[in-house]
Nanobody, 114 residues
Framework: QVQFVESGGGLVQPGGSLRLSCAAS????????MGWYRQAPGKQREPVAT???????YYPDSVKGRFTISRDNAKNTLYLQMSSPKPEDTGVYYC????????WGQGTQVTVSS
C-alpha cells in the first residue's frame, strides 16, 4: 500500500537547489520520526536526513550543511531542501518512517549534472 508519495526530483545543476516533498496519507504523521533516504546504482540505500516528531534533525557528514529536512504537520508533508548539490548526490530519494518497516515507494529521481 502506498503510504508516502515523493515528488520534486529532477535534473539540477551543481550549485543549484531543489526541494523534495513527501506527502503522507492517514493520521498520525505528526507523531512520527521521518527520514529521507537515497540510493545510487551499486550502492546501499543510506539515510541523508531524519527529523523527530519534536523537530530534532540528523544529517550524515556527506550532506551536512547542504541539506535541510523539515516537516509541515498541518499538511502531512515532509520536505528536503537540497542546496549546493553535488554529482554524488544523484540517486533515487525516498521517505519513510524511521522505525517503520522497509517498504519503499517509488521515490523520486534526483540527477545532479552540469
Amino acid at each position: 500500500q502506498v503510504q508516502f508519495v515523493e515528488s520534486g526530483g529532477g535534473l539540477v545543476q551543481p550549485g543549484g537547489s531543489l526541494r523534495l516533498s513527501c506527502a503522507a496519507s492517514g493520521s498520525g504523521f505528526s507523531s512520527l520520526a521521518m527520514g529521507w533516504y537515497r540510493q545510487a546504482p551499486g550502492k546501499q540505500r543510506e539515510p541523508v536526513a531524519t527529523i523527530s516528531s519534536g523537530g530534532s534533525t540528523y544529517y550524515p557528514d556527506s550532506v551536512k550543511g547542504r541539506f535541510t529536512i523539515s516537516r509541515d504537520n498541518a499538511k502531512n508533508t515532509l520536505y528536503l531542501q537540497m542546496s549546493s548539490p553535488k554529482p554524488e548526490d544523484t540517486g533515487v530519494y525516498y521517505c519513510k518512517v524511521v522505525t517503520g518497516p522497509n517498504y519503499w515507494g517509488q521515490g523520486t529521481q534526483v540527477t545532479v549534472s552540469s
